[in-house]
């Protein structure tokens, strides 16, 4: 079973920046894609945010592009998600993913992000 962990979440006034952490409990090598998704609202859909594989490719969603970057640590299983210039639209419960080798995706609990003034 893999285990997620994020850490990182806040408060942050538009403008500003937060850094999302995530460390999987899992096997060395054990994890194809990870990523961060947000549901910007009780209920609403789970969106990407942002993602990296195992060969390092990223993908962003467009409204990110520019302000957001992910890392990837692949001997801790860990990926941080840099958040800069953060938007009140930025505001969510961001979420991490991992997908196994058995094409099993696992979430962690999510962490929240508020961008307010």
């Known amino acids: 079973q893999v285990h997620l962990v994020e850490s990182g979440g806040g408060w942050v006034q538009p403008g500003g920046s937060l850094r999302l952490s995530c460390v999987a409990s899992?096997?060395?090598?054990?994890?194809?894609?990870m990523g961060w998704y947000r549901r910007p609202t009780p209920g609403a859909y789970r969106e990407l945010v942002a993602?990296?594989?195992?060969?390092?490719?990223?993908n962003y969603a467009d409204s990110v592009k520019g302000r957001f970057t992910i890392f990837r640590d692949y001997a801790k299983n860990a990926i941080e998600l840099q958040m800069n210039n953060l938007k009140p639209e930025d505001t969510g419960v961001y979420s991490c993913n991992a997908e196994d080798t058995d094409w099993e995706e696992h979430w962690g609990q999510g962490t929240q992000v508020t961008v307010s003034s």
């Open positions: 899992a096997r060395p090598g054990s994890l194809l894609t």
């Open positions: 993602e990296i594989t195992r060969i390092g490719a990223t």
